[in-house]
Structure formats: C-alpha cells, structure tokens
C-alpha cells in the first residue's frame, strides 16, 4: 500500500482526517482565544465531536469574524510569527495572517504536492508569472512548493508579455503558471511578432485564479480558446490565503484533488446543512496542521460540489468540482440566476474584447441591473454592442448593458494601485 493518504480507501482517508479533526479541536481548545470563546459560548464539548458528521454542531467562522476579531485566532507568541500575510475583508481593510515556521513548511508541502498532480517533478522549470510581494500568500506559497519538489522556477511576477516572452527564450521553461486570461495575451503578443509559441519550451500551463473548466470538466470557453490555439497541458487550480491549501487537477481533469492531511471539506446548502455528495453549495473548510491561525469551519463563500468516486488518477481523496462563482456576487438578472465567471467566460473568448469589467448594481425595479464594461482591441466595422449581446443571449438566456470604454480607463479598474489581482468584477448592490 502507497504511504500517500490519497492513495488510500475513502475509508482509510475518513478515518485520518477525524484523527486529525480531534487533534486540530484540542490545539483549538488549549490555544486559539476565539474558539474558546466559541466553545464556551455555545457549551461545545469538544471531545463529543468525534466524526466528521458532527462538525455541524458547531458554528461556522466568517470572513466578518477574521475581520473583527483577527488578533483572537493567532494561537501562538508573537515571537513565533515567521511571515505576514493579509488577504482582502468584507469590510474594506485587509485580513492579516501570521504564519508560523512550522506554517511555511506545511505550505511548501501543499504545493509541492499539488505541483506533483499537475505532473511536475524534479528536473522541470517554472516560470512563475505571479507576485510573490504585496503580502501575497500565493506566489510565496508556489515558490516554497517548487523549492520543496526540487524543480526549478523562474520569478518573473505578473503581467508585462514582452518581458515573459524574452525570459521563455532565454530560460527554456516547460510549464508556466499564470491566471488563464493572461495567456490569451501572451498568445497575442506572440502572434504580433513573430513568435513561434507553439513550438516554443512551454508544454504545461498551470492556471490560478480563473476556471478553465466547465461543471462536466470539459473546457470552458477560456480554456478552449488557449487550447485551440496553443496545444499544451492545460491544468487549473483552487487555492485561498485562509486554507492554506490547493486543490489541483491531475492529467485526468476531473476536478481539484483535496490533500487529506491538510483540510476538511463540507459543502453546505442554504440551510447549512451538508448537501449530498455532486450536489453544489457553499465550500466550507476546516484546516489541518496549521499553528499561527487554524481555522474551523471557515465560509469561502465558493460554490461547488464534491466528486467522491475515484479518480482515473488511482487518488481516492475527494475532488471538487470548477467553482460556479462565489455566493455573494450571484446575479439575478431578467428572471436568470448567474455568476460573474459565465459572463467573463463570454468576453474571454471574443476576439476583438481586449480588457472588460462587470458591474451590478440595485435597479429601480428591485433586481439586479449587469452593466458590462468593455475596452475593444480596435476600431471594429460593425455593430460591438449587439454582436457582444447577441453572444450572451446565446451563451446565457440572458444579456447584460453593455458600455464601450476606451480600453486605457479599462486598465485602470482592473489594475487599481494596491491591488495584486485584477479586478473585473465590482458590486455595487447594497446588501
């Protein structure tokens, strides 16, 4: 039997994770001011949560929570605190997280394993085309994984085609790992001089941030639009600051594989119950191994659904499904339920879109009023707003407002100065 847990019967990896679901409630309980507040509050007898199942016994933790009471979830010294990192609030300031050495490692570990799913190993060379400053998690993380697996990695950090076109050539990587809308723009740089991507060095993309899959795991607009274009191993992945984990794709892509040692996934319905196993709800997660700021029972506000059949892969660690969107951003637009994602999946994959932001505000009717913001590659000799109409209604039922903007002000809202991802989505609703 392979000592990987992954590899393991659903049964095996079940009964690992209480063992590690029991050891996180105790460092909880001894440890983490919030949570024993929590636990006294709501008279929670931790020795009584034994499986899986009984975790709905407890309340969740919210964004809110980590917002407000942020200093309560350190569980250790100060002294103890290696790396500072924040993450975005629903209030406006950013969530800070401290992790520990123990942190760090734990960290490399979820992306070395992760890094191995996608199918790297020692000998490759990655070209990172993501911050690793800001106090950004994510390209620490990655940098850390790669380090740990022994493969090489290539820190150009985000944007700018021409300086990741000049490092390909002279470095010779053979995976890249980007958000996925950005290689549609290294494609089009690539074509404008005269680059031969195609038979360039680069065989494997790794995306982050964006889907590239549909819920039945065939490719998406975006990710058939690159795969049409530039034949390469196309994986996507799943990852937030508060998990502290990465669900990744295998070569099979059926969906992110869960790394049972690091986290405990619930989806939950709208009455906060679990749903059954391929239905969609809410992602709720519970770290394992982490000693700055566990968390338990955290609400990503993400939707999916849980596959728990094995995969072609042989893991038999549970996969979740592309996320949908996340629950807060919702749309009801004429009477049609939708997520940003399917919009921005339109507009990924129109040629002559060059830059685009989504907009939803209250209208006077009470329903959500979709003004799509779009900056065009050039002057196009027919009519933009009802092509780009006539592309949602097919794509969606549905189509949104749609505003042309010079694509230079588009730039400017997707790329505010203290952001470190690009902001194509922006709510103005008023909850």
Partial sequence: MTEDIEFQSA???????????????AYLAANSPY????????????????????LV???????KDLQIFNEDFLCVPKDKVIDYITTSGTMGDPVTFCCTEKDLQRLAYNEKKSFECAGLKPGNVLQLMTTIDKRFMAGLAYFLGIRE?????????????????DTIQRIKPDAIMCVPSFILRLIQYAEDHGIDYRNCSVKKIIGIGEGLRNQDF????LGSKIKEKWDVELYATY???????????????????????????????????????????????????????????????????????QCKCGRNSYRLTPLVGRKNNMIKLKGTTLYPPAINDVLDNTDFVSNYVVCVQDSEAGTDDVIVKVGLVG???????????????????VAPKVEILPKDEIQKINYPAKSRKPVKFIDYRKR
């Fill in 11 to 25: 049964e095996a990896i079940k009964d690992f994770q209480e063992q590690k679901l029991r050891d996180a409630l």
């Fill in 35 to 54: 949570y024993q507040r929590m636990f006294s509050r709501c008279r929670i007898d931790i020795d009584k949560i034994r499986h899986i199942e009984d």
């Fill in 57 to 63: 016994k407890i309340p969740f933790t919210e964004k």
């Fill in 149 to 165: 697996l022994g493969a090489g990695i290539i820190r150009v950090g985000n944007g700018v085609p021409e300086l990741q076109w």
């Fill in 218 to 221: 065939s490719l998406n607009l």
């Fill in 239 to 309: 990852s937030s600051t508060e998990m502290g984990a990465t669900f990744s794709e295998c070569s099979y892509g059926l969906g992110g594989h869960v790394h049972p040692e690091l986290i405990i996934v619930e989806i939950i319905g709208e009455d906060n119950l679990p749903v059954p196993d391929g239905e969609e709800g809410e992602v709720v997660v519970t770290t394992l191994g982490v000693e700055g700021m566990p968390l338990l029972r955290f609400r990503t506000g993400d939707i999916a659904a849980k596959r728990v059949e």
């Fill in 379 to 397: 002057e196009q000799s027919f009519d933009v707003v009802k092509e780009l109409k006539d592309r949602f209604r097919s794509r969606l039922r």
